[in-house]
């Protein structure tokens, strides 16, 4: 068994005060869990969407694009239009969304 005195790591360890200690184990538990790939690297998160394309609209709502040019040529959902695309601002599509009529299931 070694001697504490030849171990100077540690002494070191044991002399370190509470917040040192709790960094120093913080960032190997850290480094394991990645190395694991427990935890990924951080990812940029993307700035919220204010407008969605026809596309995505469909896939935020789970409607199909005719109920949504339905709504649009009714006049209940607001559209915009930039050249040939349309363009639903997340605004218009959240308050159309919560007027729908509750479901008699």
């Given at each position: ?11 070191a360890a044991v ?91």
């Open positions: 068994m070694p001697d504490i005195d030849s171990a100077p790591h540690a002494v002399t370190m005060t509470g917040p040192e200690l709790n960094k120093i184990v913080a960032e190997a538990a850290t480094q394991a869990l990645k190395a694991a790939g427990v935890i990924a690297k951080k990812a940029k998160l993307a700035p919220p969407k204010i407008g969605y394309t026809m596309k995505e609209a469909v896939s935020v709502t789970g409607l199909g694009r005719t109920s949504l040019y339905l709504a649009i040529r009714r006049g209940e959902l607001r559209a915009v239009k930039k050249g040939a695309r349309t363009i639903i601002l997340d605004r218009d599509l959240r308050r159309w969304m919560e007027g729908l009529p509750p479901s008699s299931v």
